[in-house]
């Protein structure tokens, strides 16, 4: 038996489901592995291992009563990871999720000046920055209860509400 | 039918203490709160993404904005995200840093000397000392932690009458506190602890602060820290001489021949307005909403001046990092507090400038010293944060550079709260398209820091960026205040109080000069910006208005 269920806000309820299709969780892993990559040997876990596409792809689960952005949120992405993938194969001849971490990163500094040419005029590239940046950064760092910072990996690698641990050399 | 002496707009900072002071006094009150009553167990779980990032216990931007007009004529609809919408008010969600306003606020054109080209200055009609009884009472009726200033620093700090005590010792230092005294030490400043509505011990039936690390911004679940709820507006509701309505929005006041005459007020959005009549009025809702109020309801205003003087105050940050210096933690037997930015330092050496190489500059403001990796949990940390050679928005190996960093070094951040200019063009009116969910259109605010802001600012910062840096600090952001600023939790002054009907709004006791009976309770009153947090002052100032009624 559990007690309390009719009282649990819409927040705390988990979806069933996420909203990205594997694909598209790909791709967004592909842009957070460089919007946030580990660096082991310096202690610093990265995006994807925290699992902030999944964060993402639940957060995009939500109902708008959740945060009012989220529907919006789903448009951004639905129409924006086809773009990127375009704009991949055009000039680097690859997939997104095929592109070498520097051709990553060219990708995100023209989103964040707002200079990929021949990029989707749909698409407002710094407003797409940010938002990629702000979710990497909340699917890392928020309470693992929203489906990223998986086993509080990043708490656990910055030292946050505890000491910094030793995640990935033994400790002699 | 209940009749009622007096009829209290908002349950926030004065608008609780107004309920305070008029049910001791005998009076019966009506106090109308737009918002429900939350308890403290709604804010549970301490969720940053819920609570910080998606900011549910504030006004949402696209149904209930602020209208900002920028220096360059560009229209925006801003986030009130200093707005509490639930009884209490933002009191439910303030840091409660409650330092006094000081002599160098009350008259500001004594330090001044003159006024800057194209603004404003006056000096308060009241002095500091005669505040001084009324701020004992707010902090004893609240609950303040604190530590007086020792002998010989009182031009450091709030100064206070001879053996006064705040009812409760300050919060437990945090860790960084040792070295920033010493580092300042060297440049002959004085940081001290911040007086706080936190409890440090068990006071008045509340709890001590746990030091949970979710402050500003949060709820508290423990109400360690003080409310108008807990404190003043638990005090009126127990005389059984207080009616609180929640969910009912005040939608005019009610006035004829110079008289007030009660309210008009909607307990549902899409419902008839009804009316509810009293001898007095008193409203607290914010300085931009007040204003509003005033405006809606059509309060006599021969000189133009509702609106005008408007204040946010001048703000400005930097944040350093010690390659000297081991992150911070929380040391020996847990003396210090590593993991809330509660424990954070204010200082007031800047607070008049005295510099031969800048004789133009004369008031400037105050500190409040905060750890970066700590002053709000991570997500608003690590978004907000720069780097060694980029400023802001960091990604890739900047951003893992700054964590590294932040992990592993000491920091620093400081939030400079500083004088204002008042200008007749920086205004509060009421928007002509947008309305909010009662129908009523929304605050629109011009807005245009004067240069003299902008100077202090950069000024001030600069000074202790050089301190840190003589100390082995690094700069990792440095953002001083510009012209624009689309909105601010600190805003008063667009109902200005003073002796002359000619030159203000209110008169010296915060009663409309047009409309008998009307007073204000907010911040709006305030003739100058102060440099400090301006809440405590507003408190006092109610106890002193409503003492007199």
Request: aromatic content about 10%; some cysteine.
């Given at each position: 038996m559990t007690l309390f269920t009719a009282d649990v806000p819409a927040w705390l309820q988990r979806p069933?489901?996420?909203?990205?299709?594997p694909a598209e969780i790909a791709q967004v892993d592909a842009i957070f592995s460089r919007i946030l990559p580990a660096d082991h040997a310096r202690q610093i876990p990265g995006a994807v291992e925290a699992g902030a596409s999944s964060f993402v792809s639940e957060l995009l689960a939500m109902d708008a009563a959740v945060y009012w952005e989220i529907p919006n949120w789903r448009t951004l992405y639905r129409a924006a990871l086809p773009a990127l993938d375009d704009y991949a194969r055009a000039n680097f001849q690859a997939a997104l999720v095929a592109l070498t971490d520097d051709q990553m990163n060219s990708v995100i500094g023209g989103l964040e000046a707002g200079s990929l040419a021949g990029f989707s005029a749909a698409i407002d590239q710094k407003l797409l920055f940010t938002t990629l940046r702000r979710h990497c950064i909340q699917g890392c760092f928020a309470d693992p209860r929203w489906g990223g910072n998986k086993n509080k990996v990043m708490w656990r690698g910055i030292g946050y509400l505890q000491p910094a641990e030793d995640l990935y050399h033994d400790n002699l | 039918m209940t009749t009622y002496d007096a009829i209290i707009v908002g349950s926030g900072a004065g608008g609780g203490t107004a309920a305070r002071v008029l049910t001791k006094r005998g009076m019966r009150v009506l106090v109308f709160e737009k918002g429900p009553m939350r308890r403290p167990d709604e804010f549970l779980p301490y969720d940053e993404l819920h609570f910080g990032e998606h900011m549910p216990l504030t006004p949402n931007k696209n149904t209930d904005p602020l209208i900002y007009i920028d220096p360059t004529g560009k229209r925006k609809a801003v986030e009130r995200w200093w707005i509490g919408n639930m009884v209490g008010g933002a009191t439910m969600l303030w840091e409660a840093n409650l330092p006094r306003y000081t002599a160098e606020d009350f008259a500001l054109l004594d330090v001044m000397k003159e006024a800057p080209a194209g603004t404003s200055v006056v000096n308060w009609p009241w002095t500091y000392d005669q505040f001084q009884p009324w701020f004992e009472m707010a902090e004893w009726e609240w609950g303040i932690s604190g530590q007086t200033p020792p002998p010989g620093t009182e031009?450091?700090?709030?100064p206070v009458r001879s053996g006064y005590q705040f009812p409760m010792p300050p919060l437990r230092p945090h860790a960084s506190t040792p070295f920033l005294l010493w580092a300042f030490a060297r440049a002959g400043m004085k940081p001290f602890p911040s007086p706080r509505g936190i409890n440090t011990r068990t006071y008045n039936g509340r709890p001590a602060c746990p030091y949970c690390g979710y402050c500003q911004s949060f709820g508290c679940a423990v109400n360690d820290r003080a409310s108008s709820t807990n404190t003043v507006l638990a005090l009126a509701l127990q005389s059984g001489l207080c009616t609180l309505k929640t969910g009912h929005c005040v939608t005019r006041i009610l006035h004829s021949k110079g008289r007030v005459e009660g309210v008009a007020f909607k307990s549902d959005p899409a419902g008839a307005e009804q009316t509810v009549k009293a001898k007095h009025v008193f409203v607290s809702i914010q300085a931009i909403e007040s204003t509003r109020m005033f405006l809606i309801s059509g309060i006599p205003d021969p000189n133009k001046l509702v609106g005008r003087y408007f204040t946010y105050h001048t703000k400005g940050s930097a944040e350093l990092t010690f390659k000297s210096q081991p992150v911070w933690d929380d040391g020996p037997q847990r003396l210090f507090q590593p993991r809330t930015s509660l424990g954070s330092l204010q200082m007031r050496d800047l607070y008049v400038i005295r510099d031969k190489k800048r004789p133009e500059l004369t008031k400037g403001g105050k500190f409040s010293i905060y750890d970066p990796f700590t002053i709000s949990p991570l997500i608003k940390c690590v978004s907000r944060t720069g780097g060694a050679t980029k400023p802001k928005d960091l990604w890739g190996k900047q951003l893992v550079d700054r964590l590294v960093e932040l992990r592993n070094q000491g920091g620093v951040m400081f939030s400079f709260t500083g004088e204002t200019m008042s200008t007749y063009d920086n205004r509060v009116e009421l928007d002509d398209q947008v309305k909010d969910p009662w129908g009523l259109p929304v605050a629109r605010v011009v807005y245009k820091h004067h240069d003299y802001d902008m100077q202090i600012s950069k000024y001030c910062l600069e000074r202790v960026c050089q301190i840190m840096t003589d100390s082995g600090g690094e700069v990792r952001k440095l953002e001083p205040q510009g012209a624009a600023n689309e909105g601010y939790g600190h805003n008063h002054g667009s109902l200005r109080a003073g002796a002359d009907p000619g030159k203000s709004v209110l008169d010296t006791n915060c009663q409309s000069h047009t409309v008998h009976g009307l007073y204000v309770l907010d911040?709006?009153?305030?003739?100058t910006a102060g440099a400090s947090n301006p809440t405590l002052t507003q408190i006092a100032n109610a106890y002193r208005v409503c003492h007199s009624i």
């Amino acid at each position: 038996m559990t007690l309390f269920t009719a009282d649990v806000p819409a927040w705390l309820q988990r979806p069933a489901k996420g909203y990205l299709t594997p694909a598209e969780i790909a791709q967004v892993d592909a842009i957070f592995s460089r919007i946030l990559p580990a660096d082991h040997a310096r202690q610093i876990p990265g995006a994807v291992e925290a699992g902030a596409s999944s964060f993402v792809s639940e957060l995009l689960a939500m109902d708008a009563a959740v945060y009012w952005e989220i529907p919006n949120w789903r448009t951004l992405y639905r129409a924006a990871l086809p773009a990127l993938d375009d704009y991949a194969r055009a000039n680097f001849q690859a997939a997104l999720v095929a592109l070498t971490d520097d051709q990553m990163n060219s990708v995100i500094g023209g989103l964040e000046a707002g200079s990929l040419a021949g990029f989707s005029a749909a698409i407002d590239q710094k407003l797409l920055f940010t938002t990629l940046r702000r979710h990497c950064i909340q699917g890392c760092f928020a309470d693992p209860r929203w489906g990223g910072n998986k086993n509080k990996v990043m708490w656990r690698g910055i030292g946050y509400l505890q000491p910094a641990e030793d995640l990935y050399h033994d400790n002699l | 039918m209940t009749t009622y002496d007096a009829i209290i707009v908002g349950s926030g900072a004065g608008g609780g203490t107004a309920a305070r002071v008029l049910t001791k006094r005998g009076m019966r009150v009506l106090v109308f709160e737009k918002g429900p009553m939350r308890r403290p167990d709604e804010f549970l779980p301490y969720d940053e993404l819920h609570f910080g990032e998606h900011m549910p216990l504030t006004p949402n931007k696209n149904t209930d904005p602020l209208i900002y007009i920028d220096p360059t004529g560009k229209r925006k609809a801003v986030e009130r995200w200093w707005i509490g919408n639930m009884v209490g008010g933002a009191t439910m969600l303030w840091e409660a840093n409650l330092p006094r306003y000081t002599a160098e606020d009350f008259a500001l054109l004594d330090v001044m000397k003159e006024a800057p080209a194209g603004t404003s200055v006056v000096n308060w009609p009241w002095t500091y000392d005669q505040f001084q009884p009324w701020f004992e009472m707010a902090e004893w009726e609240w609950g303040i932690s604190g530590q007086t200033p020792p002998p010989g620093t009182e031009h450091m700090q709030e100064p206070v009458r001879s053996g006064y005590q705040f009812p409760m010792p300050p919060l437990r230092p945090h860790a960084s506190t040792p070295f920033l005294l010493w580092a300042f030490a060297r440049a002959g400043m004085k940081p001290f602890p911040s007086p706080r509505g936190i409890n440090t011990r068990t006071y008045n039936g509340r709890p001590a602060c746990p030091y949970c690390g979710y402050c500003q911004s949060f709820g508290c679940a423990v109400n360690d820290r003080a409310s108008s709820t807990n404190t003043v507006l638990a005090l009126a509701l127990q005389s059984g001489l207080c009616t609180l309505k929640t969910g009912h929005c005040v939608t005019r006041i009610l006035h004829s021949k110079g008289r007030v005459e009660g309210v008009a007020f909607k307990s549902d959005p899409a419902g008839a307005e009804q009316t509810v009549k009293a001898k007095h009025v008193f409203v607290s809702i914010q300085a931009i909403e007040s204003t509003r109020m005033f405006l809606i309801s059509g309060i006599p205003d021969p000189n133009k001046l509702v609106g005008r003087y408007f204040t946010y105050h001048t703000k400005g940050s930097a944040e350093l990092t010690f390659k000297s210096q081991p992150v911070w933690d929380d040391g020996p037997q847990r003396l210090f507090q590593p993991r809330t930015s509660l424990g954070s330092l204010q200082m007031r050496d800047l607070y008049v400038i005295r510099d031969k190489k800048r004789p133009e500059l004369t008031k400037g403001g105050k500190f409040s010293i905060y750890d970066p990796f700590t002053i709000s949990p991570l997500i608003k940390c690590v978004s907000r944060t720069g780097g060694a050679t980029k400023p802001k928005d960091l990604w890739g190996k900047q951003l893992v550079d700054r964590l590294v960093e932040l992990r592993n070094q000491g920091g620093v951040m400081f939030s400079f709260t500083g004088e204002t200019m008042s200008t007749y063009d920086n205004r509060v009116e009421l928007d002509d398209q947008v309305k909010d969910p009662w129908g009523l259109p929304v605050a629109r605010v011009v807005y245009k820091h004067h240069d003299y802001d902008m100077q202090i600012s950069k000024y001030c910062l600069e000074r202790v960026c050089q301190i840190m840096t003589d100390s082995g600090g690094e700069v990792r952001k440095l953002e001083p205040q510009g012209a624009a600023n689309e909105g601010y939790g600190h805003n008063h002054g667009s109902l200005r109080a003073g002796a002359d009907p000619g030159k203000s709004v209110l008169d010296t006791n915060c009663q409309s000069h047009t409309v008998h009976g009307l007073y204000v309770l907010d911040s709006a009153f305030m003739p100058t910006a102060g440099a400090s947090n301006p809440t405590l002052t507003q408190i006092a100032n109610a106890y002193r208005v409503c003492h007199s009624i």
